[in-house]
């Protein structure tokens, strides 16, 4: 052999290799593992839209900027109903900056330390081909779920950063529910660290039973013990308790089930209704009746109170607790968790 | 019977020509049939304008709800932190009217 076969051979042997890898398709799986990983890694500013599906057709669409630095996040809604809002996530809570009132309001977020196991066994995720967003080439990835009663997703991740640039929620009935796109992305920025902080001289409030997680705190903040359902939908784990608060300052329990990507939320307070106003006509007239024995949802039975494209509220009570179970999965599976309560 | 087909009548030639000079012009549009009616015309306006109001007050249909709205945002917020959540939409749901099916929705 010469010198010049000795010297091209190898070359041609690592470029057909490297060239084997290339051509082989990315797998999805790792794609969306990646993407997991950078969702606490990015670095980065831009400008996206987002639209929530409502009732009757409408939509909600707002246009928002945001900050990223590792775990961290500030949205700043531009336009749309929250025009003015800011959001702060700092992966443990989420602030939310009012102006007017030159105020923030933090309330605590569950922790999903290890969630990206279990969506994947109840998620498959499939590569539907390469689209550009925001200028930027991405993977098309569709979660599809292996129990036809769940949400799904799709979404649209940067080849390079792994930052999903795009994404889209069907809900149960496999209608689409929200849409979140960047409309221009800059990995250059470095966000100031200052971004994430409530500004100095602004009033905090921190909204009820904020940091009260875990069983004994819940007992003890809401007086009751909470009751878990006797059935949870398949793929379904719980997660923990919590404490939350109406606007109304009423605190009651919630319990959190989650099958990696969508949460069933169970609230439960004491008494025959689930607090006033919750009933006809702009939150006035019947409501006032709740609580007096007047609470037109009292009795056996479950009842779909709200029928959003993002999720249902299904009533029942038991005993003399009263309880929501609000999520986005089909109605069947959310009315036999509600009737599941002894 | 002969008799009375024999009789034809015939009016004056000059007979119309006399009517017509003393004949008011005829009323056309709503505006006199308005004018005519005033009463009935503000009776059906009246009750139309109470319908109206009375079914925008008691319709059966479903009403944004602030205290469903409350629970849908706690909802929101312990979807927060899962993976490939839609953190824009979240920050949008606490703003959105949620309205309340009535209470026959089983």
Request: charge should be positive.
């Amino acid at each position: 052999m010469n010198r010049f076969a000795r010297l091209i051979l190898p070359c041609l042997a690592i470029s057909s290799l490297i060239g084997g890898v290339s051509d082989a398709s990315p797998d999805a799986e790792a794609i969306l593992r990646k993407s997991y990983s950078a969702e606490s890694q990015a670095r980065y500013t831009g400008r996206l839209t987002t639209e929530l599906v409502r009732e009757a057709g409408l939509s909600a669409k707002a246009d928002v900027t945001i900050q990223r630095s590792g775990g961290m996040s500030r949205m700043e809604y531009v336009t749309g109903p929250s025009a003015g809002t800011v959001i702060i996530d700092d992966g443990r809570s989420m602030t939310r900056l009012d102006a007017s009132s030159r105020t923030a309001y933090i309330s605590e977020t569950p922790d999903a330390p290890e969630q990206i196991d279990l969506l994947l066994s109840n998620y498959q995720p499939v590569l539907a081909g390469d689209a550009k967003i925001a200028g930027r080439q991405c993977y098309v990835v569709k979660l599809t779920p292996k129990c036809a009663c769940n949400p799904s997703e799709k979404l649209w991740i940067d080849k390079v950063s792994s930052v999903a640039l795009k994404t889209e929620k069907y809900g149960s009935d496999g209608k689409i529910t929200s849409s979140t796109e960047y409309r221009s992305v800059d990995y250059s920025a470095r966000p100031a660290a200052s971004a994430f902080r409530v500004p100095s001289g602004w009033k905090t409030v921190k909204l009820a039973g904020a940091s009260a997680v875990g069983l004994e705190a819940v007992r003890k903040a809401v007086g009751f013990t909470p009751k878990k359902p006797g059935y949870v939908p398949n793929g379904y784990r719980f997660d923990d308790y919590y404490v939350r608060g109406t606007p109304r300052c009423t605190l009651f329990a919630g319990l959190r089930y989650t099958n990696g990507m969508n949460t069933i939320s169970v609230f439960e307070r004491k008494g025959g209704c689930f607090g006033p106003g919750f009933g006809r006509g702009r939150g006035r007239g019947r409501g006032a009746q709740c609580g007096r024995g007047g609470c037109p949802w009292t009795g056996p039975g479950c009842h779909l109170l709200v029928n959003n494209p993002q999720a249902r509220i299904v009533h029942t009570t038991v005993g003399d607790l009263t309880v929501l179970v609000v999520g986005d999965i089909a109605l069947t599976e959310l009315q036999k968790m509600a009737g599941s309560f002894k | 019977m002969k008799l009375v087909s024999d009789y034809a009548v015939e009016p004056a030639p000059d007979l119309w020509d006399a009517i017509r000079p003393n004949l008011a012009p005829r009323p056309s549009g709503i505006g006199w049939w308005l004018r005519v009616h005033r009463l009935q015309t503000a009776l059906a306006g009246a009750s139309a304008a109470v319908a109206i109001a009375a079914w925008l007050v008691f319709a059966p249909t479903p009403q944004p709800n602030l205290e469903a709205q409350g629970y849908m945002a706690s909802h929101a917020s312990m979807s927060w932190n899962e993976p490939f959540a839609d953190k824009a939409g979240l920050g949008l749901v606490e703003t959105i009217p949620v309205s309340v099916q009535s209470e026959g929705g089983r």
